[in-house]
């Protein structure tokens, strides 16, 4: 079983603008520096911020655990060959987790719960999603699409969401927005 088209606009769409920061056609550490970069400079965390340590403890795990799962000629960069790759294998078991996902989606899902009261709103939502390039707009409407219609979202809703994104082949499934887009 491989991967549909639908789902690899999806998938590279990911890799394009939240994977590839540099823009190179690869994925490897820098990108996850300029990243980091970028979320401490969004959220306010100087350098010495113990957010800004977590934050780069975090990314850096998961760019180790995506380079252990993808990076299969072990050239320290993940091509969107390698990419795809990775998630065709996945196509075949999508009850499985990948722990560097598990962790990412945390991580997402904790950027974007700014308040920290434990769910993410419209707002917090697409200030994160709009800091990676995609206009705001579509972010908030991605947000409605996503939530379908409810004002917040909680972790639990946020991990099926997820789990929806990677594995649906259903344009209306509201997984599908969990990146900030509203159509692919």
């Not at 079983?1 to 789902?7: A, P, Q, Y």
Request: aromatic share 14%.
């Amino acid at each position: 079983m491989s991967i549909s088209e639908f789902r690899k606009k999806k998938l590279l769409y990911v890799f394009n603008v939240f994977f590839d920061v540099n823009q190179s056609g690869e994925i490897d550490q820098k990108d996850f520096e300029l990243a980091i970069e970028k979320i401490c400079e969004l959220r306010g965390w100087p350098a010495g911020n113990p957010k800004n340590a977590e934050t780069h403890e975090n990314m850096l795990k998961i760019w180790e655990g995506l380079r252990a799962k993808a990076d299969k000629d072990n050239d320290g960069q993940v091509s969107v060959e390698e990419w795809c790759k990775m998630w065709d294998e996945y196509a075949r078991d999508p009850n499985s987790v990948l722990d560097w996902q598990l962790r990412y989606m945390n991580f997402m899902f904790d950027l974007e719960d700014a308040s920290t009261d434990g769910s993410i709103d419209a707002e917090e939502f697409s200030i994160v999603c709009s800091s990676y390039g995609p206009d705001k707009n579509e972010c908030q409407e991605a947000f409605r699409k996503m939530s379908q219609g409810a004002e917040e979202v909680d972790r639990e809703q946020f991990a099926v969401l997820w789990r929806e994104y990677f594995s649906s082949d259903d344009p209306a499934a509201p997984g599908n927005f969990i990146f900030g887009r509203t159509a692919f």
